[in-house]
């Protein structure tokens, strides 16, 4: 039901998904950078669906009753079939292939997997006895239940690990220690239920080291990191990346001393309950993180700049440098180990199969008590599976197997993993944090994000910690623009689900919010498109905007001038942008409401007016801005005053102008404030106007205007080439403007004057109309400008003698103009001729000719008629 011209591009573009087969690989962490674009709530589940996702927004305590409900009912279902074996007559009247079918729906009801369940030849009293026993467990377990809040879990399990943060290093002893917690429960902190589901896993070491490498990093960092090689994903390696069961050419292949031997394989099932996954604006650090960065800048003004790492390196080794984002899932390990050592190394294959072998008895004792599902082991009890199995190992090999259970949470009393599982379901208390996931975030990201208000400079703490983490590490702290942008999308969404949140309208502090959040996307992206296409794009965004403006509305003026200059900070330049804003022009027709607070401007022009009100405004914005203590808001106020009041002088100047008709005056006006930004139509500029554009302007028009005025008053040519001059080249900051940004400019001056120009500047653009060679018509018009010793008599005698030589030529129809290519086949053609010129005709085509041949005999080119 999902509507294929919005979702197909947003799967392509946010995944990369290219085809339907690629959706089944896609995981939770994929459908989260899904869910913030959906428009309606039934998308949600709609996207769920597709995904095969499970909807894991449930509560933990909900999730805790519906699987204690689920574990009663396999019971029930079980203990019916177990009465129904038992009554089976003993006589051969029930085939032994409906006993058997009967007995698999009863280990399927107590969750048994298949490979462990009794072999087929297995006494069924036997099989009857250890069913009993297991159900009489199970039931024990499950009667009991106890929960504490989500919040606790958080604070309780594996010790906090989840609130703790990571050092980042190279090194695998760095990542892998324990830290202080860094980070804050947060604010409504709720579990939900768990992205995953429960694993069975086998794995397989050739070394103590090896494995106890791979056990710590579950306990500290958990499944995913651990089970897989995305810790390359952080740029450290854990030595976890080696396929353990495949090696065959492991550490100790090589060594000939018996005693270095070693072979262990474990069998783990993961059972995740619950998960959480900590949004970015969720993110505050604790008390004693704080206080800590706190006190380090107090000293980091003091300090040398060589010196500065040292002073945050306990900060990093007492809190770590990264907050572990996540999903971060909450339950317990059950673990299954057998090892063995010592053993020569011709014997390695023959002790790993019966290592193996033991295990799978081991495994199956604890499953059902029934030992393995091979024919070559005997059966085990679950009382006495250890002694049983170490004693099969000792007759038939040359060392000992060793085999033990491990609890990660759940209750320890216990060695069956039913009986564990249900303990660890029915109480919270006992759950153990047992995957982090692996996005991580930097101390001096959540800085920026969270504690803008919690320093003095939170930009300056920023920035050194990063550089202190640099020079510690010798880990870059940039990544790619890829990676920049996906975790600015990231941080974007993550936000315009906070905005969701927000209910009624919105005050100062929650705009302020959103200009850091905007200063941050830009900071990190060096480009707006984030910020246009994830947030203002946003509809949740928008109606909190059109919410708040409406509310303002009802306010007096004076109470919204805050929220007006937010606004348009927040809005600027990007609005036009957005290519599904319906209400913006709501927004910004109210923002530009002026009349009620800004400056009259006389209805009558007088230039000097117009620049001395600019300076005026200039003058303001430089005062605000410099006074010491003063606020973002109040700065941004200060500019939005100043533009709205040039705003109205130049529109009150634009009339006076057009009334008197003097339209040179008005386009020259226009030319200034359009290279500004000034929008004709709507009466507005396209940013705030700060001091520098301002008095960009000021300066401009007084230099235009005086020498307009100085060159009107000698030669109208000159002064309309000054103004054609002006209008293709003045830009800010020395900017140069492209070929086609002077083409629009040409063509609003000429439709401006429409054909008011005087003769001279009508003949120089009519010369250059065909092809435009900006540098030789910007080379006219400045020889224009500075020309004007002839009198008007001379230049009209010059002018007929002039068109009496190109009549005499046979160049009339080339001027103005210039010649195309069939006049150059002419010339062309005069190249098969050796000869001079016998007619003043074919003097100018033979003098290009020589030209374009570079011949120097083109300074003696005469022209001769018979013997003349």
Not at 20 to 28: F, N, R
Not at 36 to 60: F, G, Y
Not at 735 to 740: I, K, V
Request: hydrophobic share 35%.
């Amino acid at each position: 039901g999902l509507e294929v011209g919005y979702w197909l591009p947003k799967l392509s573009k946010i995944l990369g998904v290219q085809c339907t087969e690629a959706l089944q690989h896609l995981q939770y962490e994929d459908y989260l950078k899904l869910e913030c674009q959906v428009r309606h709530s039934w998308e949600k589940k709609a996207l769920q669906k597709l995904l095969k996702i499970p909807d894991n927004k449930a509560t933990s305590e909900e999730l805790q009753k519906q699987h204690l409900e689920r574990t009663k009912q396999r019971q029930e279902v079980a203990k019916q079939v177990l009465n129904e074996l038992t009554e089976t007559p003993k006589s051969r009247s029930q085939s032994q292939d409906a006993v058997r079918q009967k007995a698999e729906a009863q280990w399927q009801a107590m969750e048994i997997p298949k490979e462990f369940q009794p072999a087929p030849k297995k006494p069924l009293a036997d099989v009857l006895e250890s069913n009993s026993k297991q159900l009489e467990q199970q039931e024990s377990s499950v009667c009991r239940r106890e929960n504490i809040p989500d919040t606790e879990v958080l604070r309780q399990a594996s010790g906090g690990l989840a609130l703790q943060g990571i050092y980042r290093t190279s090194r695998a002893e760095d990542v892998l220690a324990k830290r202080e917690q860094l980070i804050r429960v947060p604010e409504g902190f709720q579990l939900i239920g768990p992205e995953k589901g429960s694993v069975l896993e086998r794995k397989e070491f050739s070394s103590n080291a090896a494995e106890s490498s791979f056990t710590k990093s579950m306990e500290q960092l958990g499944f995913t990191i651990s089970a897989s090689a995305k810790a390359e994903f952080w740029r450290v390696s854990l030595g976890l990346g080696v396929d353990y069961s495949r090696s065959s050419q492991s550490e100790d292949t090589h060594q000939s001393n018996s005693e270095q031997s070693y072979f262990c394989i474990t069998k783990y099932q993961y059972i995740p309950l619950a998960s959480c996954f900590f949004q970015r604006h969720q993110l505050l650090l604790s008390d004693a993180a704080l206080q800590e960065l706190q006190h380090v800048e107090q000293l980091l003004s003091f300090t040398r700049e060589e010196d500065k790492p040292k002073l945050l390196e306990s900060f990093f080794h007492r809190f770590g440098s990264h907050v572990d984002q996540g999903p971060l899932h909450f339950g317990g390990i059950f673990w299954w180990k057998a090892y063995t050592e010592g053993f020569r190394d011709e014997h390695q294959e023959k002790v790993k199969r019966q290592t193996s072998d033991a295990l799978n008895s081991f495994v199956g004792a604890s499953l059902g008590g029934f030992g393995a599902s091979g024919g070559g082991a005997s059966t085990v009890s679950i009382s006495s599976s250890k002694a049983s199995v170490e004693d099969q190992a000792r007759e038939s090999s040359l060392t000992d197997i060793q085999l033990y259970v491990v609890n990660t949470g759940g209750p320890s009393e216990t060695d069956s993993l039913s009986q564990w599982k249900n303990g660890l379901v029915s109480n919270n208390s006992t759950w153990c944090v047992i995957d982090r996931g692996f996005q991580l975030i930097p101390v001096w990201e959540v800085i920026l994000c969270n504690h803008s208000r919690d320093f003095q400079s939170v930009y300056g703490m920023s920035s050194a910690l990063r550089a202190a983490y640099k020079a510690l590490t010798n880990q870059s702290v940039d990544t790619t623009f890829r990676e920049e942008l996906a975790s600015a999308e990231e941080e974007a969404r993550d936000f315009m689900e906070f905005v969701k949140t927000w209910e009624g309208t919105v005050d100062e502090r929650k705009l302020l919010m959103l200009m850091d959040l905007k200063e941050d996307l830009n900071a990190k992206t060096k480009n707006p498109s984030v910020w246009i296409e994830v947030c203002l794009s946003d509809k949740a965004l928008q109606e909190v905007l059109v919410n708040t403006v409406r509310s303002c509305q009802e306010s007096p003026p004076e109470n919204s001038t805050s929220i007006k200059a937010l606004l348009w900070s927040l809005l600027d330049p990007h609005i036009n942008s957005v290519k599904n804003f319906p209400k913006s022009s709501f927004i910004m027709q109210w923002i530009f409401q002026t009349e009620h607070r800004l400056p009259k401007t006389p209805k009558a022009f007088e230039f000097e007016q117009l620049v001395e009100t600019l300076q005026q405004m200039m003058e303001h914005i430089h005062a605000v801005t410099y006074t010491p203590g003063t606020s973002a808001t109040a700065i941004q106020k200060a500019k939005i005053e100043a533009t709205w009041s040039t705003i109205c002088v130049i529109h009150s100047s634009l009339q006076s102008l057009q009334e008197r008709a003097q339209k040179d005056m008005q386009l020259l006006v226009l030319l200034i404030a359009t290279s500004t930004g000034y929008q004709v139509d709507s009466n507005t500029f396209q940013r705030l106007l700060g001091h520098e554009e301002i008095q960009y302007m000021a300066k401009a028009m007084e230099a235009a205007h005086e020498q307009y005025v100085n060159l009107k008053e000698q030669d109208a040519d000159r002064a309309e080439a000054s103004l054609l001059l002006t209008g293709l080249t003045v830009t800010p900051e020395s900017q140069e403007l492209s070929p086609e940004q002077k083409r629009e400019r040409l063509v609003f001056m000429e439709r401006h004057m429409k054909g008011l120009w005087s003769s001279g500047i009508k003949n120089l653009l009519q010369k250059h109309r065909e092809c435009k060679d900006w540098e030789m018509l910007e080379c006219d018009l400045y020889k224009t400008m500075l020309s004007g010793s002839k009198s008007k008599a001379n230049q009209a005698t010059a002018n007929q003698e002039f068109f009496h030589l190109l009549k005499r030529l046979g160049l009339e129809s080339h001027y103005p103009g210039k010649m195309g290519m069939g006049d150059f086949h002419i010339i062309c053609k005069t190249s098969l001729h050796d000869r001079q010129p016998s007619k003043d005709q074919e003097l100018p085509f033979h003098f290009l000719q020589k030209l374009l041949t570079v011949d120097y005999r083109v300074r003696y080119l005469t022209c001769r008629e018979g013997s003349n």
